[in-house]
């Protein structure tokens, strides 16, 4: 069955960096897109970032220039490098699969807090 299992939370300062890693298993990684999302309490879901199977990427706004996604389909791994992290980047960090544009499998979450 699917499985995808986020790791690399963690507590961060203002102005640190982290790296999310999701190892994907189940399914043929390579031809399907992946993203990583954020939840905070009370609040909807968000797209952070996503990879497609050629390479493209896509960022929020609010992470551009500050986050990169990657990912090893030798490794069946996807990577969010976070960098320059703000308070307001403290969530939930999901790992996603998409199938014909929708999200069809969530990791389990990791939790990101940056604060001093």
């Known amino acids: 069955q699917v499985q995808l299992v986020e790791s690399g939370g963690g507590l961060v300062q203002p102005g640190g960096s982290l790296r999310l890693s999701c190892a994907a298993s189940g399914f043929i990684f390579s031809i399907y897109t992946m993203g990583w999302y954020r939840q905070t309490p009370g609040k909807q879901r968000e797209l952070v970032a996503s990879?497609?199977?050629?390479?493209?990427?896509n960022f929020a706004d609010s992470v551009k220039g500050r986050f990169t996604i990657s990912r090893d389909n030798a490794r069946n791994t996807v990577y969010l490098q976070m960098n320059s992290l703000k308070p307001e980047d403290t969530a939930v960090y999901y790992c996603?699969?998409?199938?014909?544009?929708?999200?069809?499998?969530w990791g389990q979450g990791t939790q990101v807090t940056v604060s001093s």
């Open positions: 996603s699969k998409a199938r014909w544009g929708r999200v069809d499998y």
């Open positions: 990879v497609t199977r050629s390479g493209s990427t």
